[in-house]
T-cell receptor, first 111, second 114 residues
Framework: SQQGEEDPQALSIQEGENATMNCSYKTSINNLQWYRQNSGRGLVHLILIRSNEREKHSGRLRVTLDTSKKSSSLLITASRAADTASYFCATESSNDYKLSFGAGTTVTVRA | DAMVIQNPRYQVTQFGKPVTLSCSQT?????MYWYQQKSSQAPKLLFHYYDKDFNNEADTPDNFQSRRPNTSFCFLDIRSPGLGDAAMYLCATSVGGTGGYEQYFGPGTRLTVT
């Protein structure tokens, strides 16, 4: 079942700008993961943040997690055309190892 | 390179004609998942195998079945495809357990039902 909701649904930015997208979820979690999906392809794991972590970085990606608000954000800094994709958050709930995916944010980076 | 492979990448089938999609992995992961993804939607988990144990999602139609003959291979069978079953089907694997493991996805099979 879908637990996460993502905001915005779509985002268009200029190359070099930052892109921020948000994810909200409903139940307590073990961890939250972000995935990228290029058009017509499978998903690629980007970053995992555990419930006891507040912020994590990986290259140009920065993820925050606020468990009190049940929300997470993904920031992509200095965006490139190759960052054009859909981004999904996925939560692993406290009593299960399966992932529940949000509907995704479609990011378009204009050259 | 260790990976998740799906065949075929594109499949066209006729309404009501059984179809099988395949997935193989070289990661030696315990868990293999099948997701259905329709346009602009979240991947929807259909079922998964944890080793040989089959776990069906409550809302997965009986029309969808799965087989895992060994660790490396998993199949998705659609017994009587309807027009509403046209979608991208994604196979994924993970180590398993609640330790916070990422899932590795294959490229997907795009199913068209005519």
């Amino acid at each position: 079942s879908q637990q996460g909701e993502e905001d915005p649904q779509a985002l268009s930015i200029q190359e070099g700008e930052n892109a921020t997208m948000n994810c909200s979820y409903k139940t307590s979690i073990n961890n939250l993961q972000w995935y990228r999906q290029n058009s017509g392809r499978g998903l690629v794991h980007l970053i995992l943040i555990r419930s006891n972590e507040r912020e994590k970085h990986s290259g140009r990606l920065r993820v925050t997690l606020d468990t009190s608000k049940k929300s997470s954000s993904l920031l992509i800094t200095a965006s490139r055309a190759a960052d054009t994709a859909s981004y999904f958050c996925a939560t692993e709930s406290s009593n299960d190892y399966k992932l529940s995916f949000g509907a995704g944010t479609t990011v378009t980076v204009r050259a | 390179d260790a990976m998740v492979i799906q065949n075929p990448r594109y499949q066209v089938t006729q309404f009501g004609k059984p179809v099988t999609l395949s997935c193989s992995q070289t990661l030696n992961h315990n868990v293999m998942y099948w997701y259905q993804q329709k346009s602009s939607q979240a991947p929807k988990l259909l079922f998964h195998y944890y080793d040989k144990d089959f776990n069906n999602e409550a809302d997965t139609p009986d029309n969808f079945q799965s087989r895992r003959p060994n660790t490396s291979f998993c199949f998705l069978d659609i017994r009587s495809p309807g027009l509403g079953d046209a979608a991208m089907y994604l196979c994924a694997t993970s180590v398993g357990g609640t330790g916070g493991y990422e899932q590795y996805f294959g490229p997907g099979t795009r199913l068209t039902v005519t």
